[in-house]
């Protein structure tokens, strides 16, 4: 099965762009990347889905490699508010289900 | 309006009792989900369900009983609580699709004592 791989942790200065890696070497044809955030003591938060081609939207980009065996999440200006853990997640391999993995913890130091 | 709604919020209860956790969402999805995370804070699924039919049950003990009286609602009965049961339990929802977003309800903390 697919699976995803991403940093334990990783801290990042207010207003300055963080790139959260995410390694899916194995991602099958039909995996879209998922990335999801979760702020403490709230439920996952949807960030940002694509498939094959860069996307952005109001709170991130997503860059794809070629390949699509890699992908990184990118906040552009973080603020103290994106301090969360983030996880990347291939929605296709495990069927019609989210299946979260440890996540990456950011960190935002003011 | 709250998208995804679960209540309650907090809930304490004895070894035993039998409790349960409502959730509704408004978004007209078709698809809504429980998971479970545990203090390590790792989420797992439990149950998917899809036009109120369980399409996913992931190993869940059979006293944990999922119940959706209609494409909204999805409501979780837990019988003989035990210790290990005590997590924040998460309902979401989505459209069916591997390409569509899914939101989250806000957690019910359960603390069995």
């Known amino acids: 099965d697919a699976k995803t791989t991403q940093p334990n942790s990783m801290e990042s200065n207010e207003e300055e762009p963080v790139h959260l890696p995410c390694n899916h070497s194995?991602?099958?044809?039909?995996?879209?990347i998922h990335w999801y955030r979760q702020l403490p003591s709230q439920g996952p938060e949807y960030v940002i889905h694509g498939l094959t081609s860069n996307v952005n939207n109001r709170m991130a980009s997503l860059a794809i490699a070629e390949d699509r065996k890699s992908s990184t999440l990118i906040l552009h200006r973080a603020t103290l508010r994106d301090a969360a853990v983030y996880y990347c997640i291939l929605t296709a391999t495990y069927g019609n289900k989210l299946v979260f993995g440890a996540g990456t913890i950011l960190r935002v130091k003011s | 309006d709250t998208a995804v709604s679960q209540t309650p919020k907090y809930l304490v209860t004895q070894m035993g009792n039998d409790k349960s956790i409502k959730c509704e969402q408004n978004?007209?999805?078709?698809?809504m989900y429980w998971y479970k995370q545990d203090s390590k804070k790792f989420l797992k699924i439990m149950f998917s369900?899809?036009?109120?039919?369980?399409?996913i049950n992931e190993t869940v003990p059979n006293r944990f009983s999922p119940k959706s009286p209609d494409k909204a609602h999805l409501n979780l009965h837990i019988n003989s609580l035990e210790l290990g049961d005590s997590a924040v339990y998460f309902c979401a929802s989505s459209h069916r699709g591997f390409d569509t977003e899914a939101f989250f309800g806000q957690g019910t903390r359960l603390t069995v004592v």
């Open positions: 369900y899809n036009n109120k039919e369980l399409i």
């Open positions: 194995t991602i099958s044809g039909t995996d879209y």
């Open positions: 978004l007209g999805h078709d698809t």
